[in-house]
């Protein structure tokens, strides 16, 4: 079954601490993307990638930073955690080209303290 | 950017009965595609429908899409009690961009 893996499912940070959600995806999706999600807002994106070391900013990109060293891992990094950080991150995987749906991770629950 | 927008926000009906949820969008697309999300989890991928067609369906799911009217409904028949979910309508950017604009969802509750 293909899938998307996000590697926790709850975390607890505190402020100012750098943090690491990891995505890896086992469909050789060119397309990687990390999102989050919050009451009232919707999901909104903050990163994705088409290719091995290419990323582009998405809608709310201030405060976070992408890697993505191979084709199944993207990283999203939090440089220094702060409250307002506090969501549910999700990643999702994609073909390149269109008319293509995502599939999604479970999701990673963090709270910053 | 928001793109897309449901409505109802909230939607609460007996089990066997039909929903329907709406999605208006702003800007030119090249498809629409609807999601499910179960309380605390991921989205899963319902159905796409590309902005040439005008009806889909796939079981129990009917989407439709006027390009026209920048609108989209998903019509869920004979509803069942593992329905109850959010549920999201999503587009893409017409001039070539893959990523994907969600709206807020819908909320449908599933009574028995």
């Known amino acids: 079954d293909v899938k998307v893996t996000q590697s926790s499912r709850y975390l607890v940070k505190r402020t100012g601490e750098k943090v690491f959600l990891e995505c890896v995806q086992d469909?050789?999706?060119?397309?990687m993307f990390w999102y989050r999600q919050d009451p009232g807002l919707g999901l909104r994106l903050i990163y994705f990638s088409y290719d091995v070391k290419m990323k582009e900013k998405g809608d709310i990109p201030e405060g976070y930073s992408v890697s993505r060293e191979k084709k199944e891992r993207f990283s999203l990094i939090l440089e220094s955690a702060s409250t307002n950080q506090t969501s549910m991150y999700l990643c999702a995987s994609s073909l390149w080209g269109l008319n293509y749906g995502y599939t999604f991770g479970s999701g990673t629950r963090l709270t910053v303290v | 950017s928001q793109q897309g927008e449901e409505d109802p926000q909230a939607l609460s009906i007996q089990e066997g009965e039909n929903a329907t949820m709406n999605c208006s969008y702003k800007t030119s697309i090249n498809n629409l595609q609807w999601y499910r999300q179960n309380s605390g989890r991921g989205l899963v991928h319902l159905i796409l429908i590309r902005s040439n067609e005008r009806e889909k369906h796939s079981g129990r799911l009917r989407v439709t899409l006027d390009t026209s009217k920048k609108s989209s409904s998903l019509l869920i028949t004979a509803s069942r009690a593992a329905d109850t979910a959010s549920y999201f309508c999503?587009?893409?950017?017409?001039?070539?961009?893959?990523?994907?604009?969600f709206g807020q969802g819908t909320r449908l509750t599933i009574n028995p």
């Open positions: 469909m050789d999706h060119e397309n």
């Open positions: 999503a587009t893409d950017v017409r001039q070539g961009a893959q990523k994907l604009v």
